[in-house]
């Protein structure tokens, strides 16, 4: 079956705009992860969405970061204002359900900020 | 705080020669610890995992070593092939508030020289 897919492969932005990263899980995984992996760096958790219970924003950086997800599926990572710091890959997985830790990543999104 | 320390940053391997690389935890809530493996340009993939109620675990060339009383666990590439060359992650993982959001380590860049 399909992977998990993210859109746009790659994205250019200037300084101060904002942008729009999406996320398709597997059909059928309740749990979707977002995280951002800077050059060198390991993989920083963003944010978590577990079926429709609040999610946990524990992650996000700042207030220019946001994500939603629509109807238990595909998800938005947002953000505001871009800064150069923000210039990153920023990668999505999904898992089944809550209990399970196997995580299926996407190919990312690799941000940069001009 | 790093909760899960990976190290070496980087290692280099003669073709079929073994590659070891070592991850050490704090935590001792967490309960599953993958690896994963990943190329340029893509996302990583789950390579292979183990619970700790076992000390090791084998597939294949990979093998996972446990050491539950010391927190340390470790991944051993068999027969390292050029192939192999890639990002390796550890993780730990575990229940925490209602939440399963894996803590990565900061990544091995492994080069298997042909």
């Known amino acids: 079956g399909a992977g998990v897919s993210q859109s746009p492969s790659n994205k250019v932005t200037e300084k101060g705009k904002d942008v729009e990263l999406r996320c398709d899980p597997i059909?059928?995984?309740?749990?979707l992860y977002w995280y951002r992996q800077s050059l060198g760096q390991g993989l920083e958790f963003l944010i978590y969405f577990q079926g429709n219970s609040a999610p946990d924003k524990s992650g996000l950086p700042s207030d220019r970061f946001s994500a939603e997800r629509t109807g238990g599926s595909v998800s938005t990572l947002t953000i505001q204002r871009t800064q150069q710091e923000d210039s990153a890959v920023y990668l999505c997985?999904?898992?089944?359900?809550?209990?399970?830790?196997?995580?299926?990543f996407g190919p990312g999104t690799r941000l940069t900020v001009t | 705080q790093q909760q899960v320390k990976q190290s070496p940053q980087s290692l280099i391997v003669q073709k079929g020669g073994i590659s070891i690389i070592n991850c050490a935890y704090e935590?001792?809530?967490?309960?599953?610890f993958p690896w994963y493996q990943q190329f340029p340009g893509k996302g990583p993939a789950l390579l292979i995992a183990?619970?700790?109620?076992?000390s090791e675990k084998k597939e294949g060339r990979f093998t996972i070593s446990f050491n539950k009383s010391a927190k340390q666990f470790s991944l051993h590439i068999m027969d390292s092939q050029p192939g192999d060359s890639a990002t390796y992650f550890c993780a730990a993982a575990g229940e925490s508030g209602g939440s399963y959001i894996p803590t990565f380590g900061r990544g091995t860049s492994l080069i298997v020289h042909p």
């Open positions: 935590n001792t809530a967490f309960d599953y």
């Open positions: 997985a999904s898992s089944i359900d809550r209990g399970s830790y196997e995580q299926y």
């Open positions: 183990i619970r700790p109620d076992v």
């Open positions: 059909s059928g995984h309740t749990a």
